[in-house]
């Protein structure tokens, strides 16, 4: 991980106004098997809206408009978004050693979608933090968007659909079934192989986000 880390200094990758910040599910196992099974303690059952009710982790990353994955975390998929989150920017903002991955805190802010929302969660998140995060409001709030407002944070956010299909589907991340924490730790690693691929199209002038012809290669 210190690998990707180092590749988005090298690529003053978080130099701008905002990082997409998303979630997404990676399943360990069939959630319909018995027995507690690999990762036990580690991974465990929760909802997502790709996947349906799986078996695994939860997989926290904030991603710059560019494509460059500047951190990430991951906890048992019954974990939620809020609690995840406040993790992630208490790291950010306190660096551990035990919590390497989740890189430096972002220069802009954070765009989310409704399941980072709260107002009072927003309050104490940049009081704590210092992360300003921006997402719809929730339903109970006094504050409404318009389809505009909703729509344009629907494009920011369009990156992410993007770096977690090529996560999942091109680095295998949602078919590799690891037995054990380091196991599933060493395929997260491939975030640094995402990052390198990005530095690279960078230096050659190419779009940041074509892998297609390096993972051919």
């Known amino acids: 991980m210190a690998f990707a880390l180092c590749l988005v200094e090298q690529m003053d990758a978080q130099g701008c106004l905002y990082e997409a910040l998303d979630s997404s599910g990676i399943p360990i196992r069939d959630a319909k098997r018995r027995g507690t099974g690999w990762l036990a303690g580690q991974a465990d059952i929760g909802w ?10 939860y997989l926290l990353s904030s991603i710059t408009p560019t494509g460059v994955i500047s951190g990430f975390g991951f906890a048992p ?3 939620n978004d809020h609690a995840l989150a406040d993790t ?3 790291a950010r ?3 551990s050693p035990r919590l390497p991955s989740v890189g430096a805190p972002a220069q802009g802010v954070y765009v989310a979608d409704k399941g980072f929302a709260g107002d009072h969660l927003h309050e104490r ?3 704590q933090y210092g992360a300003e995060v921006v997402s719809p409001p929730p339903q109970r709030s006094k504050v409404r968007w318009s389809k505009d407002w909703r729509r344009w944070l629907a494009g920011l956010r369009q990156i992410i659909e993007t770096i977690y299909d090529k996560l999942l589907t091109t680095f295998r991340l949602a078919r590799e079934r690891p037995h054990a924490l380091d196991g599933l730790q060493a395929r997260l690693a491939k975030v640094a192989l995402h990052n390198f691929c990005l530095w690279l199209n960078l230096r050659l002038g190419r779009d940041p986000v074509a892998f297609a012809d390096w993972l051919d290669w």
């Not at 997502?48 to 982790?57: K, L, M, P």
């Open 48 to 57: 997502s809206n790709r996947i349906g009710w799986y078996e695994g982790v």
């Open 77 to 79: 998929a019954s974990c």
């Open 88 to 90: 992630f920017f208490a």
């Open 93 to 95: 903002a306190h660096p």
């Open 125 to 127: 998140w940049k009081a």
